[in-house]
């Protein structure tokens, strides 16, 4: 595989520039990681046979349609994440444009993946989350375990992303009010009051099991064993490892058709708000959705909600 520093050695005035160029435009960090991570991906595909660099103005539509259809059969990448791939390249091909670094974009006509409108998303029934939370001394060593459960329990039991655990820092706990201050999508800042078991743990891992870190990472409540703020990736691989043990001790469970994910856990406590009769305001301002629509797909009801809703007594009537 091509490194990334190989990559940029090749790409340093495309890259630079479009970075710039989302920078001026005020993307979030968020945004620009995500983007510059798919850039990066599609700069892998199309230098990869030959191991050399490639003339983005050599880069035609056939090479896309065949990049997106790697992504889909061997990446198994959803549509929503397939069609962020290629905004992502749209973009990075119209800045180059813009500034006259290639004559055409190559993207520009590609269709969209197909979308599935109304599917439900996953999440965990209670004894569910509670085969996953058992699961997590078994897999982390023991210096790591109040730490993961703490990151896990900000996912399943506040709905944070993967992105704002990792951007916690120390000055995000508001001690007096039991609660913690998040920045989300689009630097949006909210506060989310967190459960007194959850805040208390936050404490006692900060007290006695957080890492000693290195100098520049001192704010950062979430340490990794090398001394550095943990990274998005390693937060990711933390959830996977537990699935992979629940699916192993527990099959009749079936969590890989579930797809059970970092998100999914965010998807859980969703689902368990809403459930439980939540008002729906209140929880897409704890989610930090900008749009009230976004949150409506957690007001999915289970068939054990539908019978308990259908158990009428009819007997005067039939």
């Known amino acids: 595989m091509i490194t990334k520093e190989r990559l940029f050695s090749w790409y340093e005035e495309e890259l630079t520039i479009f970075q710039t ?11 620009i990681d995500n983007y510059l991570r798919d ?3 599609f ?3 199309i230098t990869r046979k030959n191991e050399t660099r490639v003339d983005l103005n050599d880069v035609k539509k056939i090479q896309l349609t065949m990049f997106m259809n790697e992504l889909k059969t061997k990446r198994s990448n959803a549509s929503t994440t397939r069609n962020r791939r290629l905004t992502a390249v749209r973009s990075f091909f119209k800045c180059l444009v813009d500034y006259e670094l ?6 520009i006509d590609l269709e969209s993946a197909k979308e599935q409108k109304g599917k439900l998303p996953s999440y965990l029934e209670k004894e569910e989350l509670k085969s996953f939370f058992s699961m997590i001394e078994k897999v982390s060593q023991k ?13 399943a039991f506040a709905g944070l992303r993967v992105m704002e655990i990792h951007a916690l820092n120390l000055t995000s706990i508001h001690t007096q009010q039991k ?23 936050i404490h006692l891992y900060i007290k006695e099991d957080r890492i ?17 703020r943990i990274s998005r990736r390693r937060i990711q691989e933390i959830t996977e490892r537990i699935c992979s043990q629940v699916d192993e001790e527990y099959p009749h469970l079936q969590w890989k058709a579930k797809g059970i994910s970092s998100h999914k856990l965010r998807h859980t406590f969703a689902t368990h708000l809403v459930r439980d009769g939540r008002d729906i305001r209140t929880v897409q301002e704890l989610l930090g959705h900008t749009n009230l629509n976004t949150t409506q797909k957690y007001t999915h009801v289970s068939d054990a909600q539908k019978e308990k809703a259908m158990d009428m007594e009819l007997s005067d009537y039939l």
């Open 102 to 107: 290639v004559a055409k974009n190559p993207a």
């Open 179 to 201: 609660g913690i201050y998040v920045i989300g999508k689009g630097n949006k800042a909210r506060y989310i009051p967190l459960p007194s078991k959850l805040i208390n743990e």
């Open 43 to 45: 700069l892998e595909y």
């Open 21 to 31: 160029e989302m920078d001026n435009k005020d993307y979030s960090r968020f945004t």
């Open 212 to 228: 000693l870190p290195m100098k520049g990472q001192e704010d950062a409540i979430f340490i990794s064993r090398r001394g550095k």
């Open 39 to 41: 850039i990066y991906f």
């Open 143 to 155: 210096q790591h375990q109040r730490r993961n459960k703490v990151i896990l329990g900000l996912m």
